[in-house]
C-alpha cells in the first residue's frame, strides 16, 4: 500500500495498493485505489470498485484532490463490466485507444502461456522496436508498487477505462494524477517486476485494460487499428485487422486511433519531464515486417 496525498489536517488520505503475484505466475497484479477518512473515532476506508469510494471521494476536501480528478476516479470506479465492454469494442464512442507505442512500428506480440490462465489473452505482452513505451490514449496518469524496480502505471481515460503498463524501466516522473495526453511517453520495455510475478524472458511491456472492479477482457477490444480475438478451440488469442490474422509471437503494427490515415508520427521525448505527443496522430505506413 502506498499514501499518495493526504489533506492539509491529515484526516484524509488517498494512494494505490496491490496484491503482489506469486513468483512463478505470469498474471498481473491487482489493483485498487483507496480513500480513507478519520472520523475522530475510527478510519472510513472504501476501494474503488466499492460504493464507499464514491462516496468518500465526494466528500473529500479540495486540499486532498481536485474535483476533476475526483469525478474521474469515481467514474472508473463505477465502471460496470458491461460498460467497459461496449466501450473497448466499438459499440459505444470511447478513447480510441492505440497501441502503447510509436506509430508505423511494428512490435512482437505475446500472450498468456499460463495453464491455470482463465483466457489466452489474460496476460498480454509486447516487445521490440525503439522500446519506448507510450500513453495508450490521455487521461490521469498513477503509479501502483513503486520502487527502484519500476512500478506498474495506469492511465485512466476519460471514459473511466483504464489501461496498465508493467515490466517498464525509466518509468515517467510525473506526479500521480498528472494529465497526460495520447502518445505520451510512460517509459521503457524492461523485465522488472516490483508487484512480484515471474521474470519476464525479455524487455517487455505487460500491457492491460482496468476498471474499478477489475480487469477488463481484451476479447473483441479495437485498439490501434486491430481487434483483439479468444478461440476456445484451440485455445488460443490473437489481433485480426480485415483478412490478416497475427498470432502471438508475430509481429504487430501500430496503426494510431482508428481511422488510420498517411500522415507521418512525430518525434518522442524522454520520460521524467512534461512528454509531448509522439505517436498519437494519425498512423504513417506500417513497417514492412509487419505484413
Same mark, same amino acid.
Given at each position: 500500500?502506498?499514501?499518495?496525498?493526504?489533506?492539509?489536517?491529515?484526516?484524509?488520505?488517498?494512494?494505490?495498493?496491490? #496484491?503482489?503475484?506469486?513468483?512463478?505466475?505470469?498474471?498481473?497484479?491487482?489493483?485498487?485505489?483507496?480513500?480513507?477518512?478519520?472520523?475522530?473515532?475510527?478510519?472510513?476506508?472504501?476501494?474503488?470498485?466499492?460504493?464507499?469510494? *464514491?462516496?468518500? @471521494?465526494?466528500?473529500?476536501?479540495?486540499?486532498?484532490?481536485?474535483?476533476?480528478?475526483?469525478? @474521474? =476516479?469515481?467514474?472508473?470506479?463505477? $465502471?460496470?463490466?458491461?460498460?467497459?465492454?461496449?466501450?473497448?469494442?466499438?459499440?459505444?464512442?470511447?478513447?480510441?485507444?492505440? =497501441?502503447?507505442?510509436?506509430?508505423?512500428?511494428?512490435?512482437?506480440?505475446?500472450?498468456?502461456?499460463?495453464?491455470?490462465?482463465?483466457? %489466452? $489473452?489474460?496476460?498480454?505482452?509486447?516487445?521490440?522496436?525503439?522500446?519506448?513505451? $507510450?500513453?495508450?490514449?490521455?487521461?490521469?496518469?498513477?503509479?501502483?508498487?513503486?520502487?527502484?524496480?519500476? !512500478?506498474?502505471?495506469?492511465? #485512466?481515460?476519460?471514459?473511466?477505462?483504464?489501461?496498465?503498463?508493467?515490466?517498464?524501466?525509466?518509468?515517467?516522473?510525473?506526479?500521480?494524477?498528472?494529465?497526460?495526453?495520447?502518445?505520451? &511517453?510512460?517509459?521503457?520495455?524492461?523485465?522488472?517486476?516490483?508487484?512480484?510475478?515471474? *521474470?519476464?524472458?525479455?524487455?517487455?511491456? *505487460?500491457?492491460? @485494460?482496468?476498471?474499478?472492479?477489475? !480487469?477488463?477482457? =481484451?476479447?473483441?477490444?479495437? #485498439?490501434?487499428?486491430?481487434?483483439?480475438?479468444?478461440?476456445?478451440?484451440?485455445?488460443?488469442?490473437?489481433?485480426?485487422?480485415?483478412?490478416?490474422?497475427? $498470432?502471438?509471437?508475430?509481429?504487430?503494427?501500430?496503426?494510431?486511433?482508428?481511422? &488510420? !490515415?498517411?500522415?507521418? %508520427?512525430?518525434?518522442?521525448?524522454?520520460?521524467?519531464?512534461?512528454?509531448?505527443?509522439?505517436?498519437?496522430?494519425?498512423?504513417?505506413?506500417?513497417?514492412?515486417?509487419?505484413?
Amino acid at each position: 500500500m502506498g499514501a499518495t496525498r493526504q489533506s492539509a489536517d491529515r484526516t484524509w488520505v488517498f494512494g494505490t495498493s496491490a #496484491i503482489p503475484v506469486p513468483e512463478a505466475s505470469a498474471a498481473g497484479p491487482e489493483l485498487a485505489f483507496y480513500a480513507a477518512h478519520w472520523t475522530g473515532r475510527q478510519w472510513q476506508v472504501g476501494l474503488s470498485g466499492a460504493t464507499a469510494f *464514491a462516496s468518500l @471521494l465526494g466528500a473529500a476536501p479540495a486540499d486532498l484532490m481536485s474535483p476533476a480528478e475526483s469525478r @474521474l =476516479l469515481r467514474r472508473y470506479g463505477a $465502471l460496470s463490466a458491461a460498460q467497459a465492454a461496449t466501450l473497448v469494442n466499438g459499440t459505444r464512442a470511447g478513447d480510441r485507444l492505440m =497501441l502503447p507505442w510509436k506509430t508505423g512500428q511494428a512490435w512482437s506480440m505475446t500472450t498468456s502461456d499460463d495453464a491455470v490462465a482463465a483466457r %489466452p $489473452l489474460a496476460s498480454l505482452a509486447f516487445s521490440g522496436g525503439d522500446g519506448r513505451v $507510450l500513453a495508450a490514449g490521455g487521461g490521469r496518469l498513477y503509479r501502483f508498487c513503486s520502487s527502484q524496480a519500476g !512500478a506498474v502505471v495506469m492511465v #485512466i481515460h476519460p471514459s473511466g477505462l483504464a489501461s496498465t503498463y508493467y515490466g517498464m524501466r525509466g518509468v515517467t516522473e510525473l506526479r500521480d494524477g498528472s494529465v497526460v495526453e495520447q502518445g505520451d &511517453a510512460l517509459g521503457r520495455t524492461g523485465s522488472g517486476r516490483p508487484c512480484g510475478g515471474a *521474470a519476464a524472458p525479455r524487455a517487455e511491456v *505487460a500491457f492491460g @485494460l482496468r476498471r474499478g472492479g477489475g !480487469a477488463v477482457p =481484451l476479447d473483441g477490444a479495437e #485498439i490501434g487499428g486491430w481487434t483483439f480475438r479468444e478461440r476456445a478451440k484451440p485455445l488460443l488469442g490473437f489481433a485480426e485487422r480485415g483478412v490478416l490474422q497475427v $498470432l502471438p509471437g508475430g509481429l504487430l503494427a501500430n496503426l494510431g486511433p482508428v481511422p &488510420a !490515415a498517411d500522415d507521418s %508520427p512525430s518525434s518522442t521525448p524522454s520520460p521524467g519531464k512534461k512528454p509531448e505527443k509522439d505517436g498519437a496522430g494519425p498512423a504513417g505506413a506500417p513497417a514492412p515486417a509487419a505484413t
